[in-house]
């Protein structure tokens, strides 16, 4: 089992950029596909963006395309979160997501019933 731990939230004012970090723990992480996902207060959980274990395959979530990016170092089992031209709509508790793949698919997952590890959380809010 692997334990994640987000790290990088805060608020920032809109325009301002953000760079979330996901640090993994436990069992092996370079085999792990990433994804990160929000829920706004009232709202639903979102997809945001999800890397293949490799790195070579990404996916975004509409409401971020352009404007997040994600990225991992798998010697540093971390997976990353850039977030520039943050829009007071960004504001979220905002998780990590892993599912161990065993090197088996290249996918980037985007649906969050197919990550079975999450971490707690890191709170982003920004202001207008």
């Known amino acids: 089992q692997v334990q994640l731990v987000e790290s990088g939230g805060g608020l920032v004012q809109a325009g301002g950029s953000l760079r979330l970090s996901c640090t993994a723990s436990?069992?092996?992480?370079?085999?792990?596909?990433m994804g990160w996902f929000r829920r706004a207060p009232g709202k639903e959980r979102e997809f945001v963006a999800a890397i293949s274990w490799s790195g070579g395959s990404t996916g975004y979530g509409d409401s971020v395309k352009g404007r997040f990016t994600i990225s991992r170092d798998n010697a540093k089992r971390t997976v990353y979160l850039q977030m520039n031209s943050l829009k007071p709509e960004d504001t979220a508790v905002y998780h990590c997501a892993g599912r161990d793949t065993t090197f088996r698919t290249t996918r980037a997952y985007t649906e969050d019933r197919e990550y079975p590890y999450w971490g707690q959380g890191t709170q982003v809010t920004v202001s207008s």
């Open positions: 436990g069992r092996t992480f370079s085999s792990y596909a």
